[in-house]
């Protein structure tokens, strides 16, 4: 019995082995034959355009590859730019923050101190009159300021943008259709 096995295991492994080869089935393997160009010169005139064609695609590779180092050196200043201001108009929430908690502890030391029913009727009205007016001026001084961060990235993206526009039409003899003034 494992004369049997053993013997399996072998036949099966010899036809694992073998059943990625083509079979044989007799025939006669051919190779394939290598053909070799033939040894011919090329006009003259078509040597010049082949050149002048390999010579204008390595100066719009250049041109190409200078445009876009500026475009990720215009991409990269915009970031950074917005970034700092982000930073800045989070800044200015966290004041906004700290001058309502302020208010918030205020009013709730102010309440604690009321006495009769009327005070506190008044110290609420007129804590929330004040609060509106501070909220109020608040969402102005954030709707500015995001107002400037939005204009100084558009400013600094259109800037680029003009630069890299008008450099490339006067390299190219285009200056008179200017885009950006």
């Keep these: ?3 049997t096995t053993t013997a399996t295991k072998a036949n099966t492994t010899k036809h694992a082995a073998s ?13 394939m034959p290598k053909f070799d160009l033939p040894n011919m010169k090329m006009p003259e005139a078509l040597r010049e355009i082949t050149e002048k064609g390999v010579e204008h695609t390595r100066d719009a590779y250049a041109k190409a590859k200078v445009t ?5 050196d215009l991409i990269e200043n915009a970031y950074e730019a917005a970034a700092k201001r982000a930073t800045d108009y989070n800044r200015k929430l966290i004041e906004i923050t700290r001058t309502n908690a302020r208010a918030a502890f205020d009013y709730v030391h102010e309440l604690l101190g009321a006495q009769p029913p009327w005070e506190f009727i008044e110290l609420s009205t007129a804590q929330m009159r004040k609060q509106f ?32 526009l008008n450099k490339g039409t006067r390299s190219q003899g285009l200056s008179k259709y200017r885009i950006y003034n």
């Design 1 to 3: 019995m494992t004369e």
């Design 133 to 164: 007016e501070i909220v109020s001026a608040q969402n102005k001084e954030l709707r500015a300021l995001a107002q400037e961060i939005a204009t100084d990235a558009v400013s600094t993206i259109k800037t680029g943008v003009s630069k890299a």
């Design 19 to 31: 059943s990625f080869d083509m079979p044989d089935y007799g025939i006669l393997k051919f190779a």
């Design 68 to 72: 876009s180092e500026e475009a990720a």
